[in-house]
């Protein structure tokens, strides 16, 4: 058996600590003081412009997702930045050679917050469910599971259908429910009143308004932070949501826009963290007959006139240009295939569209009016660099809805994308989101063999190199994504704060967050 027991604490000094019902292990994320007296009182506002899609957690892909309900679950398996593993509720773990069969041991005097332990039946019951659930968001991640056993209350064994290199991640980043409450209840009643581990409990949720969470009074494990209640309320205008942070109507905001940075720099009472950023722009092609993009010369065409150094300086100052397909802190990034693919050359676009057979029919360029900033800036400037080389562009602009339609259809020549990167994701992306969900009609077989292989695999190590090597086929056909553009990951928040942590994915761990 390989073990994948990370024993440095210095993980845990990174993202947060774990606790349960008993005596905790002693691992804390950071040198914090005490919680304050009258914790209760204190509370902690903090907006996105998206609100959650849902309370129950395995049917919801928001991007704050992981951010919120890390207050309400303790993480199963603490991951950081870098993608390295430290014990969670699950204190050690095993894999077997073939990469079928996970072996777990629970950390022992955890409880939910309604006192009901935690339990190995809490995790069978929450991915069976979840693995027998084709509506579910989460479905995909957990339908190879074909076996749990559980040894006792505190072991159990996973075992697959077919090895999975991103099992762990899917473990670490797994909700759970309480197994008693569940059967009770059913899945649509528990959900609407969440139970977890976490340092917090679910309160009430307001759609569109606010999600208000609670201390858990139950919570034993080490908890430093002074705050008593902490709640998220979706704003979805920029502006507004800067100007709450300023007024102290919250206290962090994720994603501070381009447009306001300077001003939120300048302002003495407020903190910013800006790092190598996640969300990137995409140019999607569709690579069947009768569309130009069908032909690779066109493609290659399409891509040399775009210069990506001047949309990112000129457009969104807080942008890369991106030449691969996976950003530098996400699995899969090769540094030496970064930089070898798709730049900007006029002359070698004009050869390229010389050799495609292009007449000069306009390409259906759909574009989502609502899912990135400054859209029209960057259509105008896509369409001029595509002019310059003799390459017309009838522009339609879509309603969030309309466009997932026309996407989903296949109906149109090019499509703007963009996409949220985390560090393992990037496989999960290129598999699922290209090959399944985005009708490109990408016909690679080498690539696809290739990409699930980076499912296959029982190691790490053979899981990347497949998705290497995929990407660089993809690169070399210039389909069926052409990258654009990675962001600069910030936020900003009132300095009489801390114990607040972000990370490249743009999610945040509050839940040690304090006030000083």
Same mark, same amino acid.
């Given at each position: !058996? ?8 210095? *993980?845990?000094?990174l ?9 905790s ?18 509370t &902690?506002? &903090?907006?996105q ?5 849902? =309370? ?6 928001s ?16 991951q ?7 014990p ?5 773990? =095993?894999q077997?050679? +073939?990469?079928?069969?996970?072996? %777990? ?23 069976e469910?979840?693995?027998? +659930? ?9 339908? /190879?599971v $074909? ?5 006792d ?16 991640v899917n473990?670490?980043q ?5 197994p #008693?409450? %569940? ?11 969440p ?5 917090? *409990? &679910? ?28 709640? &998220? ?6 502006l ?22 300077e001003t ?27 569309s130009?993009c ?6 290659k ?7 990506? $150094?001047?949309?990112?300086? /000129? ?24 930089g ?5 050359d006029l ?6 569209l ?5 007449t000069?029919e ?9 899912? %990135?900033?400054?859209?029209?800036e ?24 309309a466009?997932?339609?026309a996407?989903s ?16 994701? $990037? !496989?999960?992306?290129?598999?699922? %989101?290209?090959? /399944? ?9 080498e690539?696809?063999?290739?990409l699930?292989?980076?499912?296959? $695999?029982? /190691? ?20 069926p994504?052409?990258?654009?553009? #990675? ?11 801390n ?5 490249? +994915?743009?999610n ?9």
């Amino acid at each position: !058996m390989k073990r994948f027991l990370c024993l440095t604490l210095s *993980v845990l000094l990174l993202i947060g600590c774990l606790a349960g019902c008993g005596s905790s292990d002693g691992a804390v994320t950071q040198t914090e003081a005490p919680a304050a007296a009258g914790a209760e009182n204190v509370t &902690f506002v &903090f907006s996105q412009s998206e609100d959650i899609q849902s =309370t129950n957690q395995f049917n919801d892909n928001s991007i704050v997702n992981i951010s919120i309900f890390g207050l309400l679950f303790d993480y199963l398996i603490e991951q950081d930045h870098q993608g390295s593993f430290a014990p969670g509720l699950i204190e050690e773990w =095993t894999q077997s050679e +073939d990469g079928l069969t996970y072996s %777990f041991r629970l950390k022992q005097d955890v409880c939910f917050s309604d006192g009901h332990p935690f339990t190995t039946a809490a995790l069978k019951a929450s991915w069976e469910y979840a693995g027998g +659930d084709e509506t579910l968001a989460a479905y995909s991640k957990w339908s /190879n599971v $074909a076996e749990i056993t559980c040894g006792d209350d505190y072991n159990m064994e996973v075992t697959l259908k077919e090895p999975d290199a991103t099992f762990l991640v899917n473990v670490a980043q797994s909700a759970y429910v309480d197994p #008693v409450e %569940f059967e009770e209840l059913g899945a649509e009643e528990y959900w609407k009143n969440p139970l977890g581990c976490g340092k917090y *409990v &679910f309160k009430t949720w307001d759609p569109g308004n606010q999600l208000v969470f609670e201390k858990n009074e139950r919570y034993s494990g080490e908890n430093y932070s002074n705050v008593g209640k902490i709640i &998220f309320k979706p704003i979805s205008e920029d502006l507004t949501r800067v100007s709450a942070l300023q007024t102290n109507e919250v206290n962090l905001i994720f994603a501070v826009p381009y447009e306001q940075l300077e001003t939120v720099k300048t302002d003495s009472n407020l903190v910013i963290e800006q790092m190598a950023g996640s969300m990137s722009l995409w140019m999607g092609v569709q690579c069947a007959e009768p569309s130009p993009c069908a032909d690779v010369h066109f493609r290659k065409a399409l891509s040399a006139c775009i210069d990506r $150094a001047l949309i990112a300086s /000129n457009i969104y100052g807080n942008a890369t240009p991106l030449f691969w397909g996976a950003p530098s802190f996400s699995l899969g990034y090769d540094e030496s295939q970064d930089g070898k693919y798709f730049q900007y050359d006029l002359a070698e676009a004009k050869q390229e569209l010389a050799e495609s057979g292009y007449t000069g029919e306009p390409l259906k360029f759909i574009v989502p009016t609502t899912w %990135f900033p400054k859209v029209n800036e960057i259509v105008q400037t896509l369409v001029a660099m595509f002019g310059e080389v003799g390459i017309n562009a009838d522009v339609q602009l879509l309603e969030g809805a309309a466009y997932s339609q026309a996407r989903s259809s296949g109906d149109y020549d090019i499509c703007l994308q963009n996409y949220r990167f985390g560090v393992n994701n $990037a !496989m999960w992306y290129w598999l699922q %989101f290209v090959f /399944n969900y985005g009708k490109y009609n990408y016909n690679n077989q080498e690539a696809l063999d290739l990409l699930t292989a980076t499912y296959r $695999a029982t /190691n790490e190590t053979d899981s990347v190199n497949s998705l290497k090597q995929a990407l660089t086929l993809m690169a070399e056909d210039c389909a069926p994504m052409i990258p654009l553009l #990675v962001f600069e990951t910030n936020g900003a928040y009132q300095k009489d704060w801390n114990g607040i942590k972000i990370f490249p +994915d743009n999610n945040y761990d509050i839940r040690n967050v304090t006030k000083n």
